[in-house]
């Protein structure tokens, strides 16, 4: 059953770039390109998982306006199952407005939105039955899935039989690990970046990091480290995995393409460093273009750019 289920935050990205300096109050700068994409983890992490063949489908909502009606066909025209996306009503779907200075490096302005309002209430757990993996992406930024909630969802994720993943965002509350300590003994594999990994754990050596979630009861750890590369561990076999040198266009989404690409590897069977290797090029592939998913063509494209960078996926 080669079949993914994303829940969490979905998202409309407007992309401006390259921002080489900050407007003054009341004052414009001129970039180069402004584009709307689809973005948010949950999105991000379907379309490119579609991409390298697995069925897909998104569990979140949307608000009743253009944003939210550009999302549902972004996703349909990825080919993922959105019979499980809700409209809220009386409320503005996500947007983030994303900027991207000319290394490749973002800074975020983003409204929650109808993510807000997404609960355990709007999931159907008998139709996630229908799946392998159900991977909840965007943990911070949806306030109804928080504490006793979330853990709730992972329990009844847990009790279905199925792989639970987590992968988290940034806090802007400054909560961070009282919101998700409760759930993580459900969790099987749990995606992070260095960055809230640090403000997570209150570690400064990523292995001390992860130790500290697998302590809290994660099976797997896997650190998004950006342009470092990534770290996995499972407390018995652990590797860093050196960033692929590629010309970064737009790093954004690329955590979420990582996250996809190891998905996509364990729904082929691979273990855990084959999986991470995987996403380890799936990530790097993902900065060569600009938006969140559009750097990710197919499994055949992903090969052969593997292959220009000595590495066997």
């Not at 995606?191 to 990091?209: G, P, Q, V, W």
């Not at 979420?256 to 590897?265: E, H, R």
């Amino acid at each position: 059953m080669e079949k993914l289920a994303c829940l969490g935050i979905l998202v409309g990205d407007f992309v401006s770039r390259p921002v080489i300096k900050m407007p003054e109050r009341g004052k414009l700068v001129l970039v180069d390109t402004c584009e709307l994409h689809i973005g948010g983890c949950a999105s991000n992490t379907a379309v490119v998982a579609r991409k390298l063949g697995p069925e897909v489908s998104v569990v979140g909502k949307i608000g009743d306006d253009a944003l939210g009606e550009f999302v549902m066909a972004a996703l349909r025209k990825s080919g993922i199952d959105v019979s499980m996306v809700r409209v809220e009503r009386g409320v503005t779907t996500s947007g983030t407005s994303v900027l991207v200075f000319p290394d490749g490096e973002r800074s975020f302005l983003h409204s929650i939105g109808a993510n807000s309002k997404f609960s355990v209430s709007d999931i159907d757990f008998d139709f996630l039955k229908n799946f392998s993996i159900v991977h909840v992406a965007g943990i911070f930024l949806m306030p109804g899935l928080e504490g006793e909630n979330l853990k709730t969802l992972a329990m009844r994720t847990k009790n279905i039989g199925r792989i639970l993943s987590f992968d988290t965002a940034w806090d802007s509350t400054g909560r961070w690990l009282p919101v998700i300590k409760d759930a993580l003994p459900y969790v099987d594999y749990f995606f992070t970046s260095l960055e809230e990994a640090r403000m997570l754990s209150a570690k400064n050596d990523y292995r001390d990091m992860a130790k500290v979630f697998l302590d809290l009861g994660v099976k797997n750890v896997c650190l998004k480290m950006g342009p470092e590369g990534s770290y996995v561990t499972d407390g018995r076999q652990s590797q860093f995995f050196p960033a692929l040198k590629v010309n970064a266009v737009d790093s954004t989404g690329a955590g979420d393409a990582y996250v996809a690409g190891f998905l996509t590897g364990l729904l082929k069977g691979y273990d855990l460093l084959k999986a991470s290797l995987l996403a380890n090029t799936v990530g790097a592939m993902s900065v060569t273009a600009i938006g969140a998913t559009s750097g990710i063509v197919d499994w055949e494209t992903l090969v052969s750019f593997s292959r220009k960078h000595n590495v066997e996926i």
